[in-house]
């Protein structure tokens, strides 16, 4: 599938959203270049290519444009020109927008005059558009996505927040005070119920493989090796109900807690049993059951059928904003996603929590074995601290309201579509968790190529995200590109003779800027100063309510040994802010 822009080659450039695999050259991404002489734009999705977008939207309606059909960007000499986004997820034509502003109209009329000679503009043949999943997850990509305001993300996530049939959020708030922190006085909590309205077999969940999980990942255990049926998730925040002093560790409080909630919802299923637990907070407190109990009430009145967002917003912790996303599928169904995360975060399946809702039905072990395929290239590519929580978990939940696809070829592309679909909700909602990392500034993206396998190159790109000068040296904007190449080489060093396959041609990149090659650093005084620029391009006020863009600093590392294994790894910087959020987390 074509992919990034390469608005230095070409004075025309259209991101077509997702780019498939790195391949070819394993230190290039995919690159779909429009208007160079000869050069014929081609891609498809599943559909054939037809005369306009007009025609598509007319001839077949919305619902033809494929999963997340969201996304087509049109740059010129790199400033973004056109911007088509889908809005309610599909149920409403696309909205199209020309973005071309005085800034951007003068830095592509220049561009345009400058390379005249060099290139030919042609009429471009218009093509389906591939899945739109998040720009961060491909290398040379940026988001093009801007918010000026926290009203104008909340009215954009509610844009796409209807929830899938047969599911019901609700909200509810207490007060309680820390049996082993009195001093501190009272402390607010909130509680968010994600409820069915009947009792499903199909449900799906992955945990964290911290070596000390907290009861309700315990509970979520036994209950998914029980194969019970599940008719709610009920999620806490502030307590993270890890191994306190009580004899049962916690799992007794959870279990109350399941019990109150089944019967106020008069659960169809196996009573407390058909209720999962999940807690997010501080380690080593009891949950304050009891107070949490006389809560639910008023809990489960508070459930509607309406919006996934309230869910969003219930579950953060230190959280600066909600995290949503979502699909609406070729058949009619839909998947929405909600997570939280800020800190203590890389997970391996962080605090983090992830719920996914889908109406779309498949078997237990179909939504398992997606699930687990969709996590390992998203949920389990981020890393914020380097920190495992001992509460991660992600739920898959479907309702089974739309009847399964027939058996045969419809029953593949309904699981084709659904996985894909899956695929770009986690990859996106991943993204959003770095983005909202406690006090983070830039996200960094490292796309590793030439490994000997995708494992080895996610662990190099871990290794440079988690490391602390590096982190650091991006936080200050400043391009101290030997810290980056200490980390991977302290990364290849470690792996031993395995990773010394490391080639001669073994480059680095920050911006697209070519910082090592040949064994040796390729730095001058004037690309000191655009990679700088990079830095400054993709840094982010920490401290605003909303996300006011996801732009990326671009790293690619390839190991130049003629491996086929690759990753790409998400991480973010480290700032005096982040010290301060730990440093008084509790209270």
């Known amino acids: 599938m074509l992919g990034a822009m390469d608005a230095l080659s070409s004075p025309w450039s259209c991101w077509l959203g997702p780019p498939g695999p790195l391949s070819g050259n394993p230190c290039e991404a995919h690159r779909a270049v429009v208007g160079h002489p000869g050069q014929e734009l081609l891609g498809r999705a599943r559909h054939e290519p037809l005369g306009s977008s007009r025609h598509a939207q007319e001839k077949e309606g919305p619902s033809a444009w494929p999963v997340g059909a969201a996304s087509c960007v049109i740059a010129v000499g790199g400033a973004l020109a056109f911007h088509r986004q889908a809005t309610k997820h599909g149920k409403r034509r696309p909205r199209s927008s020309f973005r071309l502003g005085a800034q951007a109209a003068r830095s592509s009329a220049h561009h345009l005059a400058g390379s005249a000679a060099a290139h030919t503009i042609r009429p471009i043949r218009t093509i389906r558009i591939a899945s739109a999943a998040a720009p961060e997850w491909t290398a040379g990509q940026q988001d093009t996505r801007e918010f000026g305001s926290e009203e104008e993300y909340l009215a954009f996530l509610e844009s796409m927040a209807e929830l899938p049939q047969g599911f019901r959020v609700g909200n509810g708030r207490l007060k309680f005070v820390a049996v082993e922190a009195p001093d501190i006085g009272e402390l607010p909590m909130n509680l968010t119920l994600i409820a069915l309205d009947e009792p499903t077999e199909a449900w799906a969940a992955v945990f964290t493989q911290n070596a000390f999980p907290g009861a309700p990942v315990k509970v979520g255990r036994s209950r998914q090796a029980a194969g019970v049926a599940l008719q709610a998730v009920v999620v806490n925040n502030k307590i993270s109900n890890v191994m306190p002093g009580d004899e049962d560790g916690g799992v007794g409080a959870s279990e109350k807690l399941c019990q109150s909630v089944a019967r106020e919802l008069d659960t169809l299923g196996s009573g407390p049993r058909s209720v999962l637990p999940c807690s997010t907070g501080v380690i080593g407190w009891r ?15 508070s459930l509607q059928p309406g919006s996934a967002l309230p869910a969003a917003k219930g579950i953060m ?27 203590m975060i890389e997970p391996n399946m962080a605090t983090m929590l992830g719920y996914l809702l889908t109406d779309v039905t498949f078997s237990r072990q179909e939504l398992q074995e997606m699930l687990d395929s969709a996590i390992g290239s998203s949920f389990n590519s981020i890393s914020v601290d380097g920190d495992e929580s001992t509460s991660d978990t992600v739920v898959l939940l479907s309702s089974c309201k739309l009847p399964p696809a027939a058996a045969g070829a419809a029953s593949e592309a309904s699981r084709r579509d659904f996985e894909a679909g899956l695929r770009e909700v986690c990859s996106d909602l991943a993204a959003q968790l770095v983005h909202n990392g406690e006090g983070t500034q830039h996200v960094i993206r490292v796309a590793v190529t030439g490994a000997v396998d995708d494992a080895t190159a996610k662990r190099v790109g871990r290794a440079v995200v988690n490391g602390p000068l590096f982190k650091c ?22 792996e031993g003779t395995r990773l010394g396959m490391a080639g001669p041609d073994c480059t680095c990149r920050i911006g697209g800027e070519a910082i090592f090659e040949n064994g040796k650093f390729t730095l001058d005084a004037e690309k000191e100063k655009r990679l700088s620029a990079h830095l400054k391009f993709a840094a982010a006020d920490s401290s605003l309510k909303y996300p006011p863009h996801r732009r990326v600093v671009d790293v690619e590392v390839c190991l130049g040994g003629g491996g086929s294994g690759q990753a790409v790894v998400l991480g973010s910087d480290l700032t005096t802010e982040y010290v301060l959020i730990n440093a008084d987390y509790r209270s």
């Not at 810290?483 to 302290?490: A, M, N």
């Open 287 to 301: 949950l304050p059951a009891d107070d949490m109990m006389k809560a639910i009430p008023a809990l489960v009145a």
């Open 317 to 343: 912790t230190t959280d600066r904003y909600p995290k949503l996303s979502s699909v609406q599928l070729p058949g009619g169904g839909r998947i929405v996603g909600v997570a939280k995360g800020a800190g």
């Open 473 to 494: 040296a991006v936080a200050g904007n400043d391009p101290n590109v030997g810290r980056l190449i200490g980390k991977v080489g302290q990364a290849l060093g470690a």
